[in-house]
Nanobody, 121 residues
Framework: QVQLVESGGGLVQAGGSLRLSCAASGKIFSINAMGWYRQAPGNQRELVAAISSISSTNYADSVKGRFTISRDNAKNTVYLQMNSLKPEDTAVYYC???????????????WGQGTQVTVSS
């Protein structure tokens, strides 16, 4: 099986920075797209940023210019550098990854357990 383990969340003041990491482990041949989502209380889960296998990226308008997504394919890890944090960035952040188990085989989407990010004003 595959596991995604997130780390790096916490409490930070507005204007501060955090770096989230998400490492995939298990039966993995390759990883296609990886992404970060977030869900605030009472809200639906929303895409924050995504990165393809060739490192093309896209971002939610609300985080453009402040957040940067990157990946290390050798470590099966995706990162989210969050700068100039705002109270409205407060949410549980989840990573996901599209995993291929063997060459030419099917893919499945996996999710991490979530990490809390709280930005105080």
């Amino acid at each position: 099986q595959v596991q995604l383990v997130e780390s790096g969340g916490g409490l930070v003041q507005a204007g501060g920075s955090l770096r989230l990491s998400c490492a995939a482990s298990g039966k993995i041949f390759s990883i296609n797209a990886m992404g970060w989502y977030r869900q605030a209380p009472g809200n639906q889960r929303e895409l924050v940023a995504a990165i393809s296998s060739i490192s093309s990226t896209n971002y939610a308008d609300s985080v453009k210019g402040r957040f940067t997504i990157s990946r290390d394919n050798a470590k099966n890890t995706v990162y989210l550098q969050m700068n100039s944090l705002k109270p409205e960035d407060t949410a549980v952040y989840y990573c996901n990854a599209e995993i291929r188990y063997w060459r030419g085989g099917p893919t499945s989407i996996y999710w991490g357990q979530g990490t809390q990010v709280t930005v105080s004003s």
